[in-house]
Each structure stands twice: as C-alpha cells, then as structure tokens.
C-alpha cells in the first residue's frame, strides 16, 4: 500500500524538484552570463541600460552589453532577452551604477532591486555626476580589469582616505524611510594612465556625497561637507590631511550628541591622529608643540563638521542622521527635545578635540597617549 502511494507521488515530486527559475536552474553555470554592474542611461527618451560581467568569472575579459527600453523594467528585460538569450544572472550583481541624465530614474532603480528576485539590497550605489554610465563601463574596460573592479575599489578604499563611503540600496531605503533623505556617493570618469599596452582607457574618482530628498537628488556635497559628513556619522577612518609641512592621518575618530532643555544640540567629536610626515621638522614630542599641532587638527575639523551642519540646514534635511542619534542616547525623551524635522536648523554646541597618538619618526618619538585635551576646538552655530 505504501508502496503505491509512493509511485503515485512520485510525478508530483518530479515536478516540484529543482529550485529558481527552471531556465536557469538546469544550465551550466559558465553558460550563464553573469552581471556584475549595472548602468543606467537616458537618451533618446529612453531607457538605456548597460551591463557589465566581472573579469574573475573563468579568468575571460569582461564583456559589456548594453540595450534600451521606453521603462527601466523593459530595458532590463530586453537586455535578458534580445542581447544574451534570456542567459543574463543578477544574482552576483554587485554595483548600480546611474548616470547624470537619468537621475531621475532612481527612484525606479531602488524599486527594481526591492522587487528583483535576483539582485540583493547589498547592491552598491553609485551616481556619476558627468558623461555617461555606458560610456563609462566601456573606457574602464580591458583584458584584465574592467568597471566592476574599479568600483569595488571605490568601495574598499574610499573610507581608508576620507575619500567617501558607499551605501548599498538597502542602505538608501532604510534612510529615506527613516529620515526622508539619505546620501549616495558619486563618482566621476578620469583618464587612466597607460602604463602597458590594452590598458583602460578611463579610471573610476570618487566626488562627493549626492543627497536624496523627496525622490530627486537635492545637491552634491563638496569635499570638505562630504569630510564633515562622515565625521558626524562615524563613518571616517583614515582621513589624511596636511598641516604646515606636516602629514597626518586620522586613525580614529568619534561623534557624540546629545540635547539640553534649551534645544541646544551638544556635538563631542574625539579624534586620535598618526604624524606620517614631518617635513617642516616639528619637534612633535614636544608637549607643547604637540599640542599646537593637535589643536590645528582640531580646527580643521571642526571646519568640516560646521561645513556639514550648513549643508545639511540650507537642504532642510539631516543627513547625518542626528535626530536618530539623540533618539537612541534618551529612549524615553526629555523636556525640550528638538523634532527630528527641526534638527538640520538647530542651534549645535561643537567641541572637537584631537591627539596624536604617534608618529613614525623614530628619532622623534610620541608617548602612547597624546594629549587630546589641549589639542581642542570649540564652536557654536
């Protein structure tokens, strides 16, 4: 008996084996092109999307393919099927890339990827601010690299210079849904260097923070407000800046706020800093040259920070998240809280204060701990 239902069961079963989508499910992998970058474009009033494979996939160059569409939906869908037989595979996505004239197409872009059954929300973000996301993907290409290596690039060193950082897609909706606005990092084409012969013909800079609101970007953050940025939101790690002949690099820096009873926001920002480069012969284990240095560390960033909340007050938006921050350090609320609508305009307290942890000067050494203390800035805004 138990013998028959089995043999019943069995086509039931049959149908009901394998997972994904069939098409895929039974080809070899290497049969599947697989996406590693994706670039949007508008011309022509159309859609115009361009992707792009990864050059690690079976060690081949990587291939470029581009088609259009009247929607992002239908470009994509034509780029399936009229360009690689229905063999394209987003499941290794790892880059969106979007040009400037399709900005406004972003909007669609984040829904394409929430909705996708194959690209993750860990899919980085990026705008370029000039030129466009084709032509971008096909200068960058050659034998050995191609786009998709070049922005992760972007993504792995960026924070390591104070450069940026890149958010992902999930990162971008959970902001916009949290606090109405939310930052993208942007990047620009520039000319490669040709040290060997097929090298790219274009490299991949990073410019600054672009800032979402209501669905259209709303500016583009300069250096120094992309620097201030990511100070406020801890996000910067190894900032390197010059002072006077004199290198250093941030190794750590960290943001606190909190709110008084009058409105005020306080901002405590405590960074520690490495001398890689002395070149104006300052005696850095000197108390109080040391201390000197430290507070001009200090000023410069306390520069970036009042360039940031500026920013962030003329766009009516908080990009750096502080109306969250102060949520989190009083959970039950105080007496004179600020709304999180009325933080970009708020009247901010600073304090930044920066030490020299040491340098790499062995004839010139620095105690394990700097003295942080002295080296401070204080503002109001």
């Known amino acids: 008996m138990r013998r028959r239902i089995l043999l019943a069961l069995l086509p039931v079963l049959l149908l009901l084996s394998g997972c994904g989508d069939r098409r895929t499910a039974i080809r070899d992998v290497r049969d599947l092109e697989l996406i590693s970058t994706l670039g949007v474009d508008k011309r022509d009033g159309q859609i115009v999307v361009t992707a792009s494979t990864g050059t690690d996939v079976g060690e081949k160059p990587a291939k470029v393919f581009t088609a259009a569409g009247e929607s992002l939906a239908l470009a994509v869908e034509h780029l399936r099927r009229s360009y690689t037989k229905g063999e394209a595979f987003f499941a290794y996505t790892e880059h969106v890339l979007i040009g400037p004239d399709a900005w406004d197409v972003l909007p669609a872009a ?145 943001a606190r706020f909190d709110a008084r009873a009058s409105g005020e926001i306080a901002v405590e920002v405590a960074a520690a800093a490495t001398v890689v480069e002395n070149a104006a012969g300052i005696a850095v284990s000197d108390p109080d040259s040391r201390a000197l240095l430290e507070r001009k560390i200090a000023l410069l960033l306390l520069g970036q920070i009042k360039s940031a909340l500026s920013r962030a007050e003329s766009l009516e938006a908080d990009v750096c998240d502080i109306g969250r921050s102060l949520a989190l350090a009083h959970p039950l609320g105080f007496a004179g809280q600020p709304a999180v609508r009325d933080v970009p305009g708020a009247a901010y307290s600073l304090r930044v204060t920066a030490a020299i942890t040491r340098t790499y000067d062995v004839a010139d050494p620095v105690p394990l701990t700097g003295q942080g203390e002295k080296g401070a800035g204080n503002a109001k805004r």
Do not use: Y
Request: aromatic share 2%; with cysteine.
């Open 110 to 254: 984040l829904d394409l990827v929430t909705r996708s059954t194959d690209m993750r929300l860990g899919v980085n973000l990026f705008l370029l601010t000039e030129g466009t996301a084709e032509d971008l993907m096909v200068n960058c290409q050659c034998d050995s690299t191609g786009v998709s290596d070049m922005l992760a690039a972007v993504a792995r060193e960026a924070p390591r210079f104070g450069m940026g950082h890149v958010f992902t897609c999930g990162d971008v909706l959970s902001a916009l849904a949290q606090r109405g606005c939310a930052l993208v990092q942007t990047v620009r084409q520039a000319p490669a260097e040709e040290l060997s012969e097929g090298a790219p013909k274009a490299s991949v800079e990073t410019g600054g923070f672009a800032v979402l609101k209501d669905g259209r970007v709303a500016g583009i953050a300069t250096r120094e407000e992309t620097a201030g940025m990511m100070l406020l939101m801890n996000l910067s790690e190894n900032q390197t800046v010059a002072l006077d002949g004199v290198t250093v690099e941030l190794t750590e820096a960290t």
